[in-house]
């Protein structure tokens, strides 16, 4: 079956914008090249350390509602229940990413966690204001994967591929 006219331009609009949101970093001082700049499978479906790294990002907003459920209702289950899905997101992520060098544990998970935040008020927002926050949260989610770039090969292995301005 053929696309219609508006499809194909829809489509046409996505892979401009796709392509302008990957080069935000760029902008900003940064620039990763390589094996993670690509965000699809061969087959056009996100890969599974993708699949881990939004499992991930999910995982810490659940830490953080139960915390504050168990605060709200002074029901200390709640506390346990935490512990036990941080249990799991620390699994997840030490499978996603290893035992990098530093703090880009800590910097992986914050900057997962902000990208997770950043697109709940996008969701809240109208159209430019909307779209500023996506685009702030998918730079966050590529700078995810240059942290674990970084964090799997070292610095210096990895330091002829990131450029700064």
């Not at 053929?2 to 990957?22: I, L, P, Y």
């Not at 800590?106 to 697109?119: E, N, Q, T, V």
Request: hydrophobic share 40%.
């Amino acid at each position: 079956m053929k696309a219609s006219k508006s499809a194909r331009s829809s489509k046409g609009n996505e892979d401009r914008r796709r392509k302008t949101v990957s080069n935000n970093i760029s902008k900003k001082g940064m620039r990763v090249e390589g094996e993670n700049r690509r965000f699809s499978s061969s087959k056009g479906d996100v890969t599974k350390a993708q699949d881990l790294a939004l499992a991930v990002t999910n995982l810490i907003s659940l830490e953080e509602h139960l915390a504050f459920t168990a605060m709200k209702t002074g029901n200390g289950d709640f506390y346990e229940m935490a512990r036990a899905v941080r249990k799991i997101r620390i699994m997840c992520l030490r499978n996603l990413i290893g035992e990098p060098a530093g703090e880009l544990w800590c910097s992986s998970k914050h900057a997962l966690s902000a990208m997770m935040r950043l697109f709940e008020v996008a969701s809240k927002e109208e159209s430019a204001k909307c779209e500023e926050y996506m685009k702030a949260a998918f730079d966050l989610y590529q700078l995810f994967w240059l942290f674990k770039e970084i964090g799997n090969h070292g610095t210096k292995a990895k330091a002829a591929k990131i450029k700064a301005r």
